[in-house]
């Protein structure tokens, strides 16, 4: 969603997220993280207006402190900030807004009364089999995606600190090779 969003805004194709692929598994984590939680939910509370209420006050600090611990984690390792909200308002070290914060759940309601309910009936139909090649499939292609992209970033990260051991002929080459990382990279 974020990738599109930025795309259109920006009127050619970006890619938002850390991996080189299109997918951002920190929404895919919160989304498994609110659809976790909203069962736990429903068990607690009879009342439907209660437990979406509750569902969407839970997933707003859940999701929020997902995105901090993310956050935190990929500067430390890649001494980068992926993601900068020190200049929005009510920021806690930039990691997370109030304003985001609100905006997860907003995102969590629509997940709990549209999106999940569609593609819940859409995956029911599908036979378990193909569920589960295309899970096989899919953890295939995160994995090799991650470790591509963890390589990528640290290759990077090196070539950026020795940049005084290379020519600069040869480090005009490295970099050139990290364009496309370097801009999906939010920071840049």
């Not at 969407?56 to 001494?79: H, K, M, P, Q, S």
């Not at 999106?115 to 378990?128: D, E, L, M, R, Y």
Request: net charge positive; with cysteine.
């Amino acid at each position: 969603m974020e990738t599109v969003f930025v795309s259109i805004k920006d009127r050619k194709v970006i890619n938002r997220g850390f991996l080189n692929g299109f997918f951002c598994p920190i929404y895919g984590f919160g989304a498994v993280l609110v659809l976790q939680s909203s069962k736990w939910v429903s068990n607690a509370f009879e009342n439907p207006l209660t437990e979406l209420f509750i569902n969407v006050l839970l997933a707003v600090i859940l999701v929020t402190v997902l995105e901090y611990i993310t956050g935190f984690i990929l500067e430390r390792i890649f001494d980068y900030k992926w993601w900068d909200y020190g200049h929005v308002a009510l920021n806690l070290h930039g990691y997370i807004c109030l304003k985001f914060s609100l905006l997860w759940g907003a995102l969590t309601f629509l997940l709990l009364q549209v999106v999940h309910p569609a593609v819940s009936a859409i995956a029911s139909s599908i036979p378990s089999y193909v569920k589960g090649y295309l899970a096989a499939f899919l953890l295939f292609y995160f994995l090799l995606d991650t470790v591509k992209s963890v390589m990528d970033a640290l290759d990077l990260r090196k070539v950026i600190l020795n940049y005084s051991n290379f020519s600069v002929n040869r480090y005009y080459e490295k970099i050139i090779q990290y364009k496309s990382f370097l801009l999906h990279s939010p920071g840049c």
